[in-house]
C-alpha cells in the first residue's frame, strides 16, 4: 500500500468520525509552518521574499502543538522554509510523533543526510523529499546546480536508516511527461514508500510567475503522466484527487482541508491565499466567508488552482461521502491502471521544449542567516 495500513484506518476513522457527527467543514492535515527561512530560493515560490526579520522569525514547539492540538486532525504536514534550518526541528518532530501524529516532514534534502541522526525512525515519521523531476528537471525548477545529486543522497540514506521516505514533485509548464514517468521508476527504485505529485501553484510571491500550469494544460500533463500507469508505482494522494488532475472527474475545492499555521497566526482562506490571519483555528473557521473561494466561486485567484493543498481533501471526501465513492475509489486502488490510448499518443507527440540556462538565485541575508543556524546547530550537536 502506499501508506501503513494504521494510517490508513486513523484516516478513515477520522472521517467517518466527523461525518457522523454532521461536520461539513472539517481539516484533513494541518500545514505547519515554522519557518519561512530557506537554504534554496526557487523561482516558484516566494517563501524567502519576506525580510530579514521575518526570516529570522520561527514558532517554538510550544506554539506548534498548540496548533495541533487545536486543529485536531490525525495528519501534520511541515513545509516552510526548509524545516530542518530550525535548530528545534528534532524536538517538534518528536513532539508530535508522541501525539501520535502522522507527520510528513518536507524538505530539499540539502541538510537531510547530516541531520538524520537527529531524529528517530518511527510509523508516525516521513521524510517528504522535494525533488520536482529528473537531474536537469529539478536543478533548474530549484534554481541550484547539483541540488538533485544532494537531494537523493538524503533519499538513499534515510530509507538505508530505516525512515519513511516520500517524495513531492511539483510541475510547471513546459514539463515533459515522458521524463515525469522515468522520474517515477527512480524514485521507486530508490526505495521510497509513496510519490505526491501536483501542478505549480501560483504563489502570489513567487519571482517566475509565468510558468503556473492552467487547468487545460494541467489535465492534457496528467493524463499523460498518470493514464496507463505502471504496477510498480505508488502514490500519496487520494485516487479521487488524480482522477481530477487527470480531468476525469470534477471536485470543489476544500479551502478548509488543509489549514496553515505559521508564525502570522492561522492563514485566512488556505495555503496559497493570504487574505489575513486568524489568533486561533475556531476563528479561522467562523470568520473565513468560505463561499468566495474556490473556482466555482468566480474568484479569479482561484480560477486555474488544482493544487493538493486545495483539492486532496475533496477527493478525500468525495471517498467517505456515499457508497459510489467508496467504490470508485476501491476500484482505483485495485484494479484500474487507467488504460487511455489517446495518453500514450500524448506522450508519443510530446516534443520538450527549451527552459533556458539555469539561473541559481542567491540572497546575502538569506545565505548569512543560515550559516549561522547551521554553525548554532553544530555548536548545540557537538559536531
Known sequence: MAVPVSQAWTVATYVLKQKLMGKKRYPLVLMLEPLFRCNLACAGCGKIQYPAHILKAELSPEDCFKAVEECGTPMVAIPGGEPLLHPRMPEIVAGLVARKKYVYMCTNALLLKEKLHLFKPSKYLSFSVHVDGEREHHDFGVCREGGYDIAMEGVHAAVAAGFRVTTNTTLFDGADPNS???????????????????PGYTYDKAPDQKHFLGRARSKKLFRALLSNRKKTWRFNASPMFMEFLMGKKELTCTPWGMPTYSIF???????????????????????????????????????????????????????????????????????????????????????????????????????????????????????
Open 180 to 198: 515525469v514517468r522515468r522520474h517515477f521508476d527512480q524514485l521507486m527504485e530508490a526505495g521510497v514508500e509513496s510519490m505526491m505529485v501536483s
Open 265 to 383: 497566526g492561522w492563514q485566512k482562506p488556505c495555503y496559497l491565499l493570504q487574505d489575513g490571519y486568524a489568533d486561533s483555528f475556531a476563528e479561522l473557521m467562523q470568520s473565513v466567508e468560505w463561499a468566495n473561494y474556490g473556482t466555482e466561486s468566480g474568484n479569479p485567484r482561484c480560477a486555474n488552482c488544482m493544487v493538493h493543498s486545495g483539492y486532496e481533501a475533496s477527493g478525500v471526501n468525495y471517498t467517505f461521502g456515499s457508497v459510489k465513492g467508496l467504490l470508485q475509489t476501491a476500484k482505483a486502488i485495485f484494479f484500474n491502471t487507467y488504460k487511455d490510448d489517446g495518453a500514450n499518443k500524448i506522450l508519443n507527440d510530446w516534443r520538450p521544449t527549451n527552459h533556458g540556462q539555469l539561473v541559481q538565485i542567491g540572497s546575502p541575508i538569506l545565505s548569512a542567516e543560515a550559516e549561522r543556524v547551521n554553525h548554532a546547530e553544530s555548536l548545540v550537536a557537538g559536531d
